[in-house]
């Protein structure tokens, strides 16, 4: 199901026109990569005032809050550009063991939310778990960056998986 | 008589550098990137651009030294690769006067409090130039060996 939406997704017009462009995916790449810089910086200063190591000057309720929509923008920018690449390569992303492991960090990301936003990002005083969340919220980010570059190092043998699907048939 | 260096040993030691390198500079970018949209007049405005790079400079200079250092060391696995590639050179052409330029100029007009103008001046050219080590960081990869003068 995943692998027919994904073959579907990289031949329609779009994806097909940036795969045959010359530098198409390098500039996309440098794009998303530009845009991880701000993003990350959202999100360390933030945790990095969670964890009380910076920006002790502030309240974690004004950093958290100032940070909350330029780190929103921050991450519809690396997503866009990390989509605009997927969809290029869509089928060698899907059998891309490292693509994988980050769609799971993101739902964990996701988790990560549902967990600490009550407790922590949306409340004023500083509860316990603060430090937990910070410490969380950085080791899960560290992990997408590794499971990010991961996807470089791989070249997914489409065409084997191609014939096995084959022969299965 | 060759030496191996020690980090071309093991296969993980490149991926795991670049992965710190990658993590350390977005970090340094970024956190010049949020005084730069600051002095545009975007994002954080409770705070003037000086006491925004109060607040950020210990962790722009922690992340810079972290990712300076794993870079000499991504670049010691294999000196020939990297010195005569143009996009390389491009990179650290960029990152050289980026660096001058934030610890110099920079500094000066936005710890001043300088006018609006001269902030959002200064502001393009850190983005130019930090930019430009981004787009040449990683057109390395991509761009053909030597220096393109054939």
Known sequence: ?169 | MFLENPLNVSAWTFPILEVLHISSFAITIGTVALVNFRLLGLGLREQSAGQLTKDTSTTTLISLSVALFSGLLLYSTDPDKFYLNVSFLFKITCLVLAILFHYTVYRKVVLAGSSAALGRLVAVISIALWGGVVFGGIFIEFVKPGLGFD
Request: aromatic content about 14%; hydrophobic content about 55%.
């Open chain 1, 1 to 169: 199901m995943f692998i027919s939406l994904a073959i579907w997704l990289q031949n329609t017009g779009l994806f097909r026109a940036l795969r045959e462009s010359d530098h198409g995916y390098e500039i996309l790449l440098a794009l998303h990569v530009s845009a991880i810089t701000m993003f990350a910086a959202t999100v360390v200063m933030t945790d990095l005032r969670l964890l009380g190591w910076a920006l002790r000057g502030h309240s974690i309720e004004s950093v958290v809050n100032q940070l909350r929509w330029p780190k929103r923008i921050g991450f519809l920018c690396v997503a866009t550009f990390g989509f605009l690449m997927f969809g290029m390569k869509a089928e060698e992303y899907y059998y891309n063991v490292f693509f994988r492991a980050k769609v799971v960090l993101f739902l964990l990301v996701a988790v990560h939310a549902l967990i600490f936003r009550p407790g922590v990002y949306n409340r004023a005083a500083a509860p316990v778990g603060v430090k937990l969340a910070a410490a969380c919220s950085l080791v899960l980010w560290l992990a997408i960056v590794c499971a990010g570059r991961g996807i470089g190092y791989i070249h997914a043998p489409v065409f084997s998986h191609h014939f096995a699907l084959l022969i299965g048939r």
